[in-house]
């Protein structure tokens, strides 16, 4: 998760690493990031 570890630091910053892919999502679940529901759509290609 090196290349997201900007997107660790806080829940809401690693909502960020989920995008509409599912194996991302679960690979960024791996990195200890919180997926909340709401905020599920943020995408870091933006």
């Known amino acids: 998760c090196?290349?997201?570890s900007d997107?660790?630091?806080t829940s809401i910053q690693c909502t960020k690493?989920?995008?509409n892919n599912d194996s991302?999502?679960?690979?960024?679940?791996t990195c200890?990031?919180?997926i909340e529901p709401p905020l599920?759509?943020?995408?870091t290609r933006l």
């Not at 991302?24 to 679940?29: E, G, H, I, L």
């Not at 599920?40 to 995408?43: R, Y």
Request: net charge neutral; aromatic share 14%.
């Open 2 to 4: 090196s290349a997201y």
């Open 7 to 9: 997107h660790a630091s």
């Open 17 to 19: 690493c989920h995008t």
């Open 24 to 29: 991302f999502a679960k690979f960024c679940s």
């Open 32 to 34: 200890g990031c919180v």
């Open 40 to 43: 599920h759509i943020i995408d």
